[in-house]
Nanobody, 125 residues
Framework: QVQPVESGGGSVQAGGSLKLTCTIF????????VSWHRQVGGLSREFLAR???????TYADSVKGRFTISQDKAEKTVSLQMTGLKPEDSAMYSC???????????????????WGRGTQVTVST
């Protein structure tokens, strides 16, 4: 299996916190960047945060200051700590794994992008 797996979703009241985890499998012979996205129903996916192989990060304005992305390279996990949750944060949250140098990589698993299936977050008032 190469598809990443998200965990940690659930239901929380407004103002609460959740920590999502993206577990990455295989990809042992390449570097990669990981991002978190969310989607509500049939709407477009919304970018939330990205962490690069050098641990630098970027955030969408909508979550800056409330969400924190981090990674544990030894465990091959990327977490999204979410605080100050609002009802409008309710969505399906997914992680995306982008190998850093996919073109003609000798390992075929390092040539493509992988999306997880997602974990649902519901924030109630």
């Amino acid at each position: 299996q190469v598809q990443p797996v998200e965990s940690g979703g659930g239901s929380v009241q407004a103002g609460g916190s959740l920590k999502l985890t993206c577990t990455i499998f295989r990809l042992t012979s390449c570097n990669y960047d990981v991002s978190w996205h969310r989607q509500v129903g049939g709407l477009s996916r919304e970018f939330l945060a990205r962490i690069y192989k050098d641990d630098s990060t970027t955030y969408a304005d909508s979550v800056k200051g409330r969400f924190t992305i981090s990674q544990d390279k030894a465990e091959k996990t990327v977490s999204l700590q979410m605080t100050g949750l609002k009802p409008e944060d309710s969505a399906m949250y997914s992680c995306k794994v982008d190998p850093s140098a996919p073109y003609n990589h000798p390992d075929p698993t390092c040539r493509v992008t992988y999306w997880g299936r997602g974990t649902q977050v519901t924030v109630s008032t």
